[in-house]
T-cell receptor, first 116, second 111 residues
Framework: GAGVSQSPSNKVTEKGKDVELRCDPI?????LYWYRQRLGQGLEFLIY????????KSGLPSDRFSAERTGESVSTLTIQRTQQEDSAVYLC??????????????FGPGTRLTVL | GDSVTQMEGPVTLSEEAFLTINCTYT??????LFWYVQYPGEGLQLLLK?????DKGSNKGFEATYRKETTSFHLEKGSVQVSDSAVYFC??????????FGPGTSLSVIP
């Protein structure tokens, strides 16, 4: 079956513009995760959805970042007034939702964001 | 706070050498522990996991044991192959579902 898909695969934007990143999880997966990976660094956890709710938003770096999920499927990560330090690969993962501590996460290919 | 520390890379080994990548963690409660791998040009994928103390995760010849007394989850393989060249990430998920990844360790295996 289809894996996690993300769009766009690459996004170049100018500083100060808003961007919207999309994640389509594996069908039937109720849990969805967003991460940020800066060049040469590990993954930084941003937010986790169980269904349409996000119990912990503390990983979002600033109030310029927001995420939503509707219909227990697609999720969008929005970055407002982008800054150069937002340049990174943004990864999405999904899992069955039996529990984050035991689930296997399946990762998408990522969206490479470059802020000029 | 909760954190994961991995040995710094890059690590370069000859084929058939023994591999250890150290991972230690700090977390309250009882986290689950994971190793993820990213092969060149591919996405992250789960390599193995352990959800409670003394559990051993294993896959593709790799093993890691959840050691609560030393707060460690070291990754080992007895004989590495060129195809094992990748970046390896240690990760934990806390008892309140917060996910923390280590910085990754790059492994290169040369013939």
């Amino acid at each position: 079956g289809a894996g996690v898909s993300q769009s766009p695969s690459n996004k170049v934007t100018e500083k100060g513009k808003d961007v919207e990143l999309r994640c389509d999880p594996i069908s039937g997966h109720t849990a969805l995760y967003w991460y940020r990976q800066r060049l040469g660094q590990g993954l930084e956890f941003l937010i986790y959805f169980q269904g349409n709710s996000a119990p912990d938003k503390s990983g979002l770096p600033s109030d310029r970042f927001s995420a939503e999920r509707t219909g227990e499927s697609v999720s969008t990560l929005t970055i407002q007034r982008t800054q150069q330090e937002d340049s990174a690969v943004y990864l999405c993962a999904s899992s069955l939702g039996g529990g984050a501590r035991t689930d296997t996460q399946y990762f998408g290919p990522g969206t490479r964001l470059t802020v000029l | 706070g909760d954190s994961v520390t991995q040995m710094e890379g890059p690590v370069t080994l000859s084929e058939e050498a023994f591999l250890t990548i150290n991972c230690t963690y700090t977390a309250t409660g009882y986290p689950s522990l994971f190793w993820y791998v990213q092969y060149p040009g591919e996405g992250l994928q789960l390599l193995l996991k352990a959800t409670k103390a003394d559990d051993k995760g294993s896959n593709k010849g790799f093993e890691a044991t959840y050691r609560k007394e030393t707060t460690s989850f070291h990754l080992e393989k007895g004989s590495v192959q060129v195809s094992d060249s990748a970046v390896y990430f240690c990760a934990l998920i806390t008892s309140y579902d917060k996910v923390i990844f280590g910085p990754g360790t790059s492994l290169s295996v040369i013939p």
